[in-house]
T-cell receptor, first 114, second 110 residues
Framework: ETGVTQSPTHLIKTRGQQVTLRCSSQSGHNTVSWYQQALGQGPQFIFQYYREEENGRGNFPPRFSGLQFPNYSSELNVNALELDDSALYLC?????????????FGPGTRLTVL | RKEVEQDPGPFNVPEGATVAFNCTYSNSASQSFFWYRQDCRKEPKLLMSVYSSGNEDGRFTAQLNRASQYISLLIRDSKLSDSATYLCVVNGNAGNMLTFGGGTRLMVKP
């Protein structure tokens, strides 16, 4: 196992609601990245946090926001949920934000929006 | 056009077969290249990094052609346990962002 944990495992919400997903990085890792994986597609980069600061963002609207805490755990918040937000949300931790660092994925949170 | 393109498959092969997957990427500034494996409803796991000189890990061989912006993965002597989706991944954008292809599904049959 990678040592990256995510909670909850599964979640069901309705359109318009808000959701918070959580990720604990591997011990010693200060960088967390979040990805969205829709059914049948590859993961898409949402954003990355390095030492509590956003360090890059993909093509996602502002209703996707995040935080990183002093212990380097992280949250992904999604407001005003839409049906298309139904997906597997993956977080990945890496030692630093360097390009050469391997990213280790957690098991994901499966979000269903009804 | 997608940044990383893969044939979605599925590739259905018998045990013991050799199978090859290809992938192309559009960003010539990409600096790191990987193959990840993803089992059904699980997280992606790093299979191997890909280098220009080519690299081998047991039954798996990966190759990178920077001039053609092309990455390949060869699996020899396929096992039932190789059945999974193989994701081609490139890295080279700001913030250590991984860009994934859509994945190629492999099914190894007895």
């Amino acid at each position: 196992e990678t040592g990256v944990t995510q909670s909850p495992t599964h979640l069901i919400k309705t359109r318009g609601q808000q959701v918070t997903l959580r990720c604990s990085s591997q011990s010693g890792h200060n960088t967390v990245s979040w990805y969205q994986q829709a059914l049948g597609q590859g993961p898409q980069f949402i954003f990355q946090y390095y030492r509590e600061e956003e360090n890059g963002r993909g093509n996602f609207p502002p209703r996707f926001s995040g935080l990183q805490f002093p212990n380097y755990s992280s949250e992904l918040n999604v407001n005003a949920l839409e049906l298309d937000d139904s997906a597997l949300y993956l977080c990945a931790s890496s030692l630093t934000g360097r390009l050469t660092d391997t990213q280790y994925f957690g098991p994901g949170t499966r979000l269903t929006v009804l | 056009r997608k940044e990383v393109e893969q044939d979605p498959g599925p590739f259905n092969v018998p045990e013991g077969a050799t199978v090859a997957f290809n992938c192309t990427y559009s960003n010539s500034a990409s600096q790191s290249f990987f193959w990840y494996r993803q089992d059904c409803r699980k997280e992606p796991k790093l299979l191997m990094s890909v280098y220009s000189s080519g690299n081998e890990d047991g039954r798996f061989t990966a190759q990178l052609n920077r001039a053609s912006q092309y990455i390949s993965l060869l699996i020899r002597d396929s096992k039932l346990s190789d059945s999974a989706t193989y994701l081609c991944v490139v890295n080279g954008n700001a913030g250590n962002m991984l860009t994934f292809g859509g994945g190629t599904r492999l099914m190894v049959k007895p």
